[in-house]
C-alpha cells in the first residue's frame, strides 16, 4: 500500500445479516457492540440522546457527541413474524422484528428467535442485548426481562 | 390564491407485465388525458414525471419520457415519494400552475415493476426502510405495516375478520373495473381456508390476501390555471385543499402506532384549505396498500374516531351505496399498485366520480372528493381534496 493510501473504515459491514453500507461516522457502534454493549449517542450540547445514534444533532446541530449506553428495560409497541424475507435473509426464518419503547428514546430490532411467539406481548418489558449471528456478523436481539 | 383545475385525467390498464417499455406506458395515460382535456400537447407548458426509481432502469426518466410524448421543450422535472410520487407531482404542479410560472401542466405517473427481474424485486424489497439501522434485521414493506396492525388490534380489537372485510369489498368494485389487474371476486372464507391463497401467512398477522400485487401501470393528470381551465374544460374539477407531511422513516421516529401521523396532519392540512370537514365529504380513494392501511386512513381522515374504523367496515359504510364510499373502484388490492402511477390513478377515480363518469362505479351525486395517497409506511403523506363547484 502507497503510504497515502488510508485504510477506509468498513467496520458498520459487521451490522446485520446482510449489511447495506459500510461507512458512517457512527463506526464505534460496532465496536461496543463487539464487546457486548448497545450504545445511543448523546449531544454533549443540549443533552439530547438519540438511537440510532447520530454523528449530528439536529436539535442544536452541533456534532459534539458522546456514547450513552442503552440499559434497562424497554416497552415492546409492536412486533411482526416473518415468513418471507427479502434477498439474504433466508435463512433466518422465520424471525420477528420489533419496537421497544424506552421512553427517551425506542430501539428497532429482532426478538430473540428462542422466545416463543406464543410469550409476545404488546407492552412487556424487554431487554436489548449484543448478538452473533450464524454467519458471523454482529446484531441486537430483544429478550423477555 | 387563484384556482387550480384538472382538466384531464388517464390511465393505463394495470397489469402484471405491460408488454412495452416505460415511454410506450407513459404514452397510453397522457394520450387518454390529453384527449380528455380536448387540448393539444402544444398547450401543455411543462410536465412532472413521478415514479420510484428503484425499478427504472432509464436513468432520468422524466427526459425520456418528455421525448416520447412530444413534451420538449417545455421544462420536465421528476419527482419521488415512493408510492405517493404522482400525488407529490400533483402538489408540485399545483404550485406551478397557482404561481403563475405555468398555465398548464401534465403530471405522469407510471411504474413499470416488472422491469426488473424479480430476484432484484426482492433484493430492493428489503431496502424499503431505513437501510443503515433497519434493513439489516430483514424488514420489508409487509412487516411494516404488520406491526401497525398488531397494534392496531391490541390496542381497540380490530380483527383479522375485519381486516378481510376491506379484501372482500375492494374485490367487489375490483371486478366492475376493467383498468384493475385483479378482477376476480373474494370471501371471508377464502381467509380461513388453509389451502386458498389468501389465507397464506406473510407477516403475522397480514396475509397474503391483506397485500396489494405489484403492476405495471401509468396514469396522467392535467392540471391548468382557471382561465385556461374554463377554456378547455367543460367540466373542471377543482383542487380545493392540497396537504403533505413527511415522517421519520426508523420507526424509531414515530409515537403513534395505531395510525399515520402524515396522514392526519396532510389531511389537517388539506381540510382546513379546503374549508370543509369529512363531514362534507361524498367519496374517498385511500391508500390500501395493504387492508390494515385503509381502516387506519378511516381514522386518520376523520370519517371515524380512532379505534372505530372497525364499525364502518362492518357496517358497510364504506361501500358504494354506504355513508362514506371508499375505493368503489377496487383500491390497491384490487387495482395492483404499479407505485408511481399510483396517486393519479386515485385521482383520475374522483375526477370521474365528480363528473358523474364512473360508470357502474358511479356514487350517487358527489359534490366534493378526497384522495389520501401514503408513501412508504407513513413517510410521506398526501391528502388532496378536489371538488366539482
Partial sequence: MRKSEKQEDVRFGKFGTVSFTKTTRVNDFIDYLENGKIMASQCKTCGQIFFPPRADCCQCLSSDMQWHEVTGTGKLVSFSELK???????????????????????????ID???????????????????????GQRNYIFKKA | MSKVGIIGVGQSKFVRKYPGSIR???????????????????????????SAPEYDKQRSPAAIVAEYLGLNPQPTFYVETLCSSSSTGLKLAYSLVA???????????????????????QERMGRGGDIQWESPFGTMMPAYYAMYAQAHMEKYGTTLEDLAAIRVKAATYGQIND???????????????????????????????????????ASCIIVANEEKARRFSKRPIWILGIGAASASVNLTGRDLFTGLRVAEQAAKQAYAMAGV???????????????????????????AKPGEGKELIRSRETYKEGRIPINVDGGLLSKGHPIGATGGSQVRTIVLQLRGEAGDMQVKNPQIGLVHNIGGVGVYGNVTILGNQ
Fill in chain 1, 113 to 135: 428467535s428462542r422466545l416463543d411467539t406464543a410469550e409476545v406481548k404488546i407492552g412487556m418489558a424487554m431487554v436489548t442485548v449484543a448478538n452473533t449471528l450464524a454467519n
Fill in chain 2, 24 to 50: 410506450e406506458l407513459a404514452f397510453e395515460g397522457f394520450k387518454e388525458a390529453v384527449l380528455d382535456a380536448g387540448l393539444t400537447v402544444k398547450d401543455i407548458s411543462a410536465s412532472v414525471l413521478c
Fill in chain 2, 99 to 121: 404561481s403563475g410560472v405555468h398555465d398548464v401542466v401534465a403530471v405522469i405517473g407510471l411504474q413499470k415493476m416488472s422491469e426488473i427481474s424479480s430476484a432484484e424485486s
Fill in chain 1, 84 to 110: 418471507f424475507a427479502p434477498i439474504g435473509f433466508d435463512n433466518d426464518l422465520p424471525y420477528s422484528i420489533a419496537l421497544l419503547d424506552y421512553g427517551d428514546f425506542r430501539v428497532f430490532g429482532r
Fill in chain 2, 277 to 303: 370537514g369529512p363531514k362534507d365529504i361524498d367519496v374517498a380513494e385511500v391508500h390500501d396498500c395493504f387492508t390494515i392501511a385503509e381502516l387506519m386512513a378511516y381514522e386518520n381522515l376523520g370519517f
Fill in chain 2, 179 to 217: 383498468r384493475a389487474v385483479y378482477r376476480k371476486s373474494v370471501t371471508p372464507q377464502m381467509f380461513t381456508d388453509p389451502d386458498d391463497m389468501m389465507s397464506g401467512p406473510v407477516a403475522s398477522p397480514l396475509r397474503v390476501g391483506d397485500c396489494c400485487a405489484n403492476a405495471d401501470g
